[in-house]
């Protein structure tokens, strides 16, 4: 019978992340990488990470199939993408060049631009269409190392609409070997085709939208736009309170272009506030004061040429920071998560420590996942191989440098 061990090694440097803590500021000496290691897995955990020569000889024992590695390799743990907005049809390829030009948000709107041409070109795009886009973007993130990918609805803002997309997600979950973690955003902005207001619509998901995707078991996430023009924290303060009596957890789009949400994230013990460009000290004291994972997205901030969100205080007030890549056709086109993380390193002086546990552990927590992000005992074997010798390389090379090889789940799809 084939046995259910696998040995990997030996790995140049083995940078577990393990031991390193769940929140504050996080220096490199604490990463304490392992050289010539091995991953020992059993199925699709993690069984014992050790010196490879070492562990070689249990795996013997056990009748452990061998991934013999023949060049210098530092192995990392599989990213995790806690924010992203990767179902969508059409492109605001426009946009991006007329606020570049200089045209206002206004200016962009009026011309057929922002949110509701996403959502128009989303509704438009069959369930199939929807699949085959969202299935390549989910690939391309995979092959960049990105094996876990939470992916938000908020295209479709009517309860059919919104179906579609998250049905489509979850269609897309069992087509690739990334774990995609679907979000309902349904409450992105105000749909342009409803007479109701903010209140009445948010009535309205509550009642017919949110009870099916528990039903189907869609998404256990309620997200929501908390932002002038999008939804006030006293809109958005009932439909938070539906959403949390029937289970779902929360997560906010936070003090983008002003302070508001963090506080609303706060008030409902939220998993996660997300954005926080404009949080002020008193927002960020208030954030530090619990347990709400501040997350940035610094590709919003180089889509719309505007300031990175304050990492380095927030992780100096003793917040636990994650960075996700915020993928959408609007403020954030690129979708690299590996070179938008060490940009903002460079940007908020983050120690590589602190940028590499923003895309792996920290980024699992706000997820609510706490079975990956490090490489540890019984953790899920999710990891990257890097074509080098010294982990600081990777950040290093400012995204240039791609994962070698990916695993998922102990299996090679890179
Ligand atoms: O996270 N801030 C709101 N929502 C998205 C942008 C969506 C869009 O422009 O299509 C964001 O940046
Ligand atoms: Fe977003």
């Known amino acids: 019978m084939k046995s259910e061990f696998c040995l990997i090694g030996p790995i140049t440097q083995l940078v577990s992340l393990s031991g390193l803590p769940e929140r504050g500021p996080v220096k490199d000496e604490e990463i304490q990488p392992l050289a010539q290691a091995g991953l020992l897995l059993k199925g699709n955990k993690i069984y014992k990470t050790g010196v490879y020569q070492e562990l070689k000889k249990q795996a013997e024992a056990v009748g452990a199939a061998l991934v013999e590695l023949d060049q210098d390799y530092v192995c990392l743990p599989g990213f995790v993408d806690a924010h992203t907005h990767i179902c969508f049809g059409g492109s605001r390829a426009n946009d991006y060049a007329m606020r570049n030009s200089g045209k206002t948000y206004l200016e962009i709107s009026e011309a057929g631009g922002g949110i509701w041409d996403t959502v128009q070109q989303t509704r438009k795009a069959s369930a199939h269409e929807l699949e085959v886009l969202t299935l390549a973007r989910a690939s391309r993130h995979l092959s960049e190392g990105v094996t876990t990918i939470e992916v938000k609805s908020g295209y479709g803002l009517s309860t059919q609409e919104e179906l579609k997309m ?188 602190e940028v590499l546990s923003g895309i792996t552990f920290r980024a699992a927590q706000a997820l609510n996942l706490h079975d990956r992000g490090k490489l540890e005992e019984g953790f899920l074997a999710d990891f990257v191989l890097f074509a080098a010798k010294d982990y600081k390389e990777i950040l290093y090379q400012q995204g240039k440098l791609k994962p070698a090889k990916v695993f998922k789940g102990g299996v090679l799809f890179k």
């Not at 999008?230 to 309170?241: G, L, N, R, T, V």
């Not at 009596?245 to 302070?259: C, K, L, P, R, Y």
């Not at 709400?292 to 300031?307: E, K, Q, T, Y």
């Open 166 to 353: 998250l049905r489509v997600i979850q269609a897309v979950n069992s087509q690739t070997p990334a774990d995609l973690v679907a979000t309902c955003l349904a409450a992105h902005t105000l749909p342009r085709d409803i007479s109701g207001n903010h209140a009445a619509y948010l009535q309205e998901m509550a009642a017919q939208l949110l009870p099916v995707i528990l039903e189907e078991k869609l998404s256990r996430r309620v997200d929501a736009f908390v932002e002038k023009g999008a939804f006030s924290a006293e809109d958005i303060s009932p439909y938070f309170k539906k959403a949390q009596e029937m289970g779902f957890d929360i997560t906010v789009h936070a003090d983008q272009f002003s302070s508001a949400g963090s506080a609303v994230a706060v008030a409902f013990g939220a998993l996660s506030a997300d954005h926080l460009e404009a949080s002020t000290q008193q927002d960020i004291d208030r954030l530090a004061q619990s347990k709400v994972i501040a997350v940035a997205l610094p590709g919003a901030s180089i889509g719309l040429g505007c300031g990175f969100t304050p990492a380095r205080k927030m992780l100096d007030a003793g917040l636990s920071l994650a960075i996700a890549s915020d993928w959408n056709p609007g403020s954030a086109p690129m979708g690299d998560l590996l070179a938008q993380a060490a940009i903002l390193g460079t940007f908020e002086k983050l120690s590589n420590a």
